[in-house]
């Protein structure tokens, strides 16, 4: 009886299945240069999660990597960084926060990935909600937070009333090493809120020179907002100026919307706080009318209604009023001729109002 051939099973693998050439990043392949060369340029902080049981390398969780990537950014934007940790991660009074200190508006902002405790035991700052993702059991956030102050974002992190001696470098040194107007009583609270100071005055005549030629105006709600600007046609923007009040708060649908991580960059870089509001200390190029109405009232809005002048016009009828003189100057037969072929402005006013360009060829033919 003839024996069966025996099978090598490795052959037969491999018939089916062809050996793949796989890259590494100690191989030759010129692919992986640029990324040897990255790791080479950028060695960082390992933080401990777990050990390998088979030998000492320590492996780096993905939200703390992300919070690291984020500081060396914020480093190498001249930021001075100052972290808050407590007890170890897996414990549920853990936090390992990071942030950095903003003189302008005398505020604090903590960096995305910053692990916060997921209790809160007492004092939390008003508008924030302590919200974000789980690493594990630990609670971390998602977007910078800008608050009125030091005390206020420890006490946000902590989940209850803290200080700013919270707040330590990497050198274990605290804010009022390096900021000495920390100590000193702020001034601000002996100002009137809606009381443009002698500063605001000069930096708004410097940076808005032309503003009286321009058509003002305003937003004002008591006690919540005060802020004027002007709408320029040929750039299609709108400058809020400086002096402007904006609101303190946000409303929970406009929170961490772009619009409001946009606004807080901007309160960061042109605004200061002062009692229950921030104020604008130069001026402020917005994209739209609805952009500068969302940044002051802190809430969406829509800039064409909300913003009015000296006489109670919307901006919207200003500028619908403005362009419908311009074509009764032109007289009937140019509005025909525009119907006829017409230009982006008429197309914009035949969507704007059903009866605007009916409504002038009534009035031109009576």
């Known amino acids: 009886m003839d024996k069966k051939p025996k099978i090598d099973i490795n052959e037969e693998f491999e018939k089916l299945f062809p050996p793949t050439h796989r890259e590494s990043v100690f191989g030759e392949s010129e692919d992986y240069e640029s990324f040897r060369q990255y790791i080479i340029d950028h060695p960082r902080v390992i933080y401990h999660k777990n050990n390998l049981p088979f030998c000492e390398v320590k492996i780096i969780s993905y939200v703390d990597y992300k919070k690291q990537d984020v500081i060396d950014k914020e480093k190498n934007n001249g930021k001075h960084i100052f972290y808050l940790k407590h007890s170890r991660k897996g414990q549920t009074d853990f936090c390992d926060s990071?942030?950095?200190?903003?003189?302008?508006?005398?505020?604090?902002?903590?960096?995305?990935?910053s692990h916060i405790i997921n209790e809160v035991q007492g004092y939390v700052p008003k508008g924030y909600e302590r919200k974000g993702k789980m690493d594990g059991s630990n609670l971390y956030t998602l977007t910078p937070l800008l608050f009125h102050s030091p005390e206020d974002a420890a006490s946000f992190v902590l989940g209850k009333r803290a200080g700013m001696d919270e707040w330590l470098d990497a050198r274990k040194k605290g804010l009022l090493v390096y900021y000495k107007e920390l100590v000193e009583p702020n001034l601000q609270l002996k100002l009137n809120l809606f009381d443009s100071d002698e500063n605001d005055q000069v930096q708004q005549s410097q940076t808005s020179p032309q503003s009286k030629e321009k058509h003002i105006v305003y937003i004002r709600e008591d006690g919540v907002c005060d802020a004027k600007g002007y709408y320029d046609k040929v750039t299609k923007k709108f400058i809020l100026m400086a002096g402007s009040i904006w609101?303190?708060?946000?409303?929970?649908?406009?929170?961490?919307?772009?619009?409001?991580?946009?606004?807080?960059?901007?309160?960061?870089?042109?605004?200061?706080?002062?009692?229950?509001?921030?104020?604008?200390?130069?001026?402020?190029?917005?994209?739209?009318?609805?952009?500068?109405?969302?940044?002051?009232?802190?809430?969406?809005?829509?800039?064409?209604?909300?913003?009015?002048?000296?006489?109670?016009?919307?901006?919207?009828?200003?500028?619908?009023?403005?362009?419908?003189?311009?074509?009764?100057?032109?007289?009937?037969?140019?509005?025909?001729?525009?119907?006829?072929?017409?230009?982006?402005?008429?197309?914009?006013?035949?969507k704007s109002g059903k009866d605007t360009i009916m409504g002038i060829l009534y009035e031109l033919s009576l």
């Open 247 to 350: 609101s303190l708060e946000v409303t929970k649908s406009y929170q961490y919307s772009a619009s409001e991580i946009m606004r807080r960059y901007t309160i960061i870089k042109n605004c200061k706080h002062i009692i229950d509001a921030f104020k604008q200390f130069k001026d402020v190029i917005c994209e739209s009318p609805s952009q500068a109405a969302s940044y002051v009232l802190g809430r969406s809005a829509n800039g064409w209604e909300e913003w009015i002048d000296k006489d109670g016009r919307t901006l919207k009828e200003i500028f619908n009023s403005s362009s419908e003189e311009e074509l009764k100057k032109k007289g009937i037969a140019e509005v025909v001729a525009m119907l006829q072929f017409p230009s982006t402005k008429v197309l914009s006013a035949l």
């Open 98 to 113: 990071a942030g950095f200190y903003v003189k302008e508006s005398r505020g604090f902002v903590i960096l995305p990935y």
